[in-house]
């Protein structure tokens, strides 16, 4: 993946970068996920972004209301201080994502350090942006729309903070808009941080139109909320 002229698969950067790399993203329709098998180091993160003017897309099959779809866009369950710049993700289960250490809810904590900037996730099954289980969650200057539509799989939001650790969450700058919870019709807020999330920060940030609640918080402390707008949630 040198250069522009012999650029390489999306599956093949994901695998090859190593800590301290800058995969770029040309312009185009990707119709493959972004899973990385990787990870940075405090001292060298591992970035991910789109090519000068560019608009790379990561587009999935788009799973239907009844499909046992669990397909993330851009998602990592070992990659952390990694970082994502001017991608769109859409038509997957999840759009960006880590997971829970093991795949299943614990209380050990998870692959965290990510920072998220300039990015769109929309038409998903579940949610646009979803955070497990760790500490060192940045999102900047993104959009979160229309997704949720999954009626097998819920617990379904825009931005989703879960059991997210330490006092570095921040979401700011970010629009969140008609998302909804098509299976239980219990979320489908704009922006939620859930079950024992700590020290979250949320700033100059826009909710509207969603199926849920604008802000939620659940079970979560240390929570701040500064010069946020709602809008018919």
Same mark, same amino acid.
């Given at each position: 993946?040198?250069?522009?002229?012999?650029?390489?698969?999306?599956?093949?950067?994901?695998?090859?970068?190593?800590?301290?790399?800058?995969?770029?993203?040309?312009?185009?329709?990707?119709?493959?996920?972004?899973?990385?098998?990787? @990870?940075? @180091?405090?001292?060298?993160?591992?970035?991910?972004?789109?090519?000068?003017?560019?608009?790379? =897309?990561?587009?999935?099959?788009?799973?239907?209301?009844?499909?046992?779809?669990?397909?993330?866009?851009?998602?990592?369950? +070992?990659?952390?201080?990694?970082?994502?710049?001017?991608?769109?993700?859409?038509?997957?289960?999840?759009?960006?994502?880590?997971?829970?250490?093991?795949?299943?809810?614990?209380?050990?904590?998870?692959?965290?350090?990510?920072? *998220?900037?300039?990015? *769109?996730?929309?038409?998903?099954?579940?949610? #646009?942006? @979803?955070?497990?289980?760790?500490?060192?969650?940045?999102?900047?200057?993104?959009?979160?729309?229309?997704?949720?539509?999954?009626? +097998?799989?819920?617990?379904?939001?825009?931005?989703?903070?879960? /059991?997210?650790?330490?006092? #570095?969450?921040?979401?700011?700058?970010?629009?969140?808009? $008609?998302?909804?919870?098509?299976?239980?019709?219990?979320?489908?807020?704009?922006?939620?941080?859930? /079950? $024992?999330?700590? #020290?979250?920060?949320? =700033?100059?940030? =826009?909710?509207?139109?969603?199926? #849920?609640?604008?802000?939620?918080?659940?079970?979560?402390?240390? @929570?701040?909320?500064?010069?946020?707008?709602?809008?018919?949630?």
């Amino acid at each position: 993946c040198a250069t522009r002229a012999t650029p390489c698969s999306l599956s093949s950067s994901a695998s090859g970068a190593v800590a301290g790399d800058t995969v770029v993203l040309m312009d185009g329709i990707y119709k493959s996920s972004l899973y990385i098998t990787a @990870t940075g @180091t405090s001292a060298a993160w591992l970035t991910y972004k789109a090519d000068e003017c560019a608009t790379p =897309i990561l587009e999935g099959a788009g799973p239907g209301p009844m499909a046992d779809d669990q397909s993330g866009g851009v998602g990592s369950s +070992v990659a952390e201080y990694v970082r994502f710049q001017g991608i769109v993700v859409r038509g997957w289960n999840i759009g960006f994502g880590n997971g829970w250490k093991g795949g299943v809810d614990s209380d050990e904590l998870s692959n965290g350090h990510w920072e *998220i900037e300039n990015c *769109i996730s929309y038409s998903n099954g579940r949610s #646009g942006f @979803t955070f497990f289980s760790a500490e060192g969650f940045s999102l900047k200057n993104s959009i979160s729309a229309h997704n949720g539509s999954s009626q +097998v799989h819920s617990w379904s939001s825009g931005v989703t903070l879960f /059991e997210a650790s330490g006092t #570095g969450n921040r979401v700011e700058g970010t629009v969140s808009f $008609e998302n909804t919870d098509a299976e239980r019709h219990t979320d489908g807020s704009g922006f939620i941080v859930d /079950e $024992e999330s700590n #020290g979250s920060t949320f =700033i100059n940030n =826009i909710g509207f139109g969603n199926a #849920g609640s604008c802000f939620r918080l659940t079970r979560s402390s240390g @929570t701040k909320f500064i010069n946020n707008t709602c809008y018919h949630n």
